[in-house]
């Protein structure tokens, strides 16, 4: 035990996340294939239900937008507030791991279900907006930690001292902000027409 936590201390914050990024994978595979039984038929009337729906009715692109982009702006402002306190880096492990175990899940039950044409259910649901929201996810992780430790372990807990780490962020908040922006429309506009053709191929 004393040995694999040494390992761990000496883990950088890629590794770390890398680490328990695969852990959930693992875990999400596991309880795909365990659980089958029990949600093999809740996808079976989602398929009939919500796919068919999709497929045929008219997709509100704008609010579709203005929800993607409120639920993702505030997961940005909850993420960056938690990052400044002790829970920052807690949260943050909870994050990868709980991402990890999604798309493990998602992707095993995905492919388990439809074959082939799970992987291309799976693509589509990530693009094209996933090319902007890793990046985006990969910075703030990275950001983040960083902005906990030089609060939490470098001897700058002072309120006076938070403000002035906080305001050399400023602009890599602000950049990430607007990348969020930009990757909420491609998920509302252009991952939402992509998704609801790629769903006539499952109806």
């Not at 029990?38 to 996808?43: A, F, M, S």
């Not at 639920?71 to 938690?82: A, D, G, V």
């Not at 902000?177 to 509302?188: D, R």
Request: charged share 15%; proline share 1%.
């Amino acid at each position: 035990m004393k040995r694999l936590k040494l390992y761990i201390n000496r883990l950088n914050i890629i590794q770390v996340s890398i680490f328990l990024l695969m852990i959930g994978l693992f875990f999400g595979i596991i309880c795909s294939n365990v659980f089958q039984d029990n949600y093999i038929q809740k996808i079976q009337e989602y398929e009939d239900n919500v796919f068919s729906k999709i497929t045929s009715s008219d997709i509100n692109y704008t609010g579709l937008f203005q929800y993607t982009l409120r639920k993702h702006l505030n997961e940005y402002f909850i993420f960056w507030l938690l990052s400044i306190t002790i829970l920052g880096i807690p949260y943050m492990a909870f994050k990868i791991t709980s991402f990890g175990f999604f798309t493990g899940f998602f992707i095993s039950a995905a492919t388990m279900q439809y074959g082939m044409k799970g992987i291309l259910l799976v693509l589509v649901y990530y693009f094209p907006h996933g090319l902007i929201y890793l990046p985006v996810a990969l910075a703030c992780l990275y950001k983040g930690f960083l902005l906990n430790r030089s609060i939490y372990h470098d001897n700058h807990s002072r309120m006076d001292s938070i403000f002035k780490i906080l305001k050399s962020y400023m602009m890599i908040l602000i950049f990430l902000a607007a990348a969020i922006l930009i990757g909420s429309f491609l998920e509302a506009y252009i991952g939402g027409f992509i998704l609801k053709k790629s769903l006539s191929l499952f109806t």
